[in-house]
Nanobody, 119 residues
């Protein structure tokens, strides 16, 4: 199970930090990512952190977003720090493994957390 939180409504230029708590998935042992789904668009991977702590970002968020793991593995949490937010960053944000967890033959997704950036 994956539980995202921390979303909200902010103005352009502001910051938010999203959190993802996992149960039954050891986030420090897998490649993990934050995905975003904007209205009318497909879900896209915007930030990835491998089990070896290699990071990668979509071009649209490079320099503004940072993905990181909680240092205390017992908390089993991953964060997405988002700065200088833009209206185009709006959407529902999900965390998941990369590739996504599959349950009964389908990709499993948590409920996500909504981010709305107003101009």
């Amino acid at each position: 199970q994956l539980v995202e939180s921390g979303g909200g409504v902010v103005q352009a230029g502001e910051s938010l930090t999203l959190s993802c708590a996992a149960f039954k998935i050891l986030l420090w042992r897998v490649d993990v990512g934050w995905y975003r789904q904007a209205p009318g668009k497909q879900r896209e991977l915007v930030a990835q952190l491998t089990s070896e702590n290699v990071v990668d970002y979509a071009e649209s968020v490079k320099g503004r977003f940072t993905i990181l793991r909680e240092r205390d593995n017992a908390k089993n949490t991953v964060y997405l720090q988002m700065a200088d937010l833009k209206p185009e960053d709006s959407g529902v944000y999900y965390c998941n493994t990369v590739p996504p967890v599959v349950v009964h033959g389908e990709d499993y997704w948590g409920q996500g957390t909504q981010v709305t950036v107003s101009s």
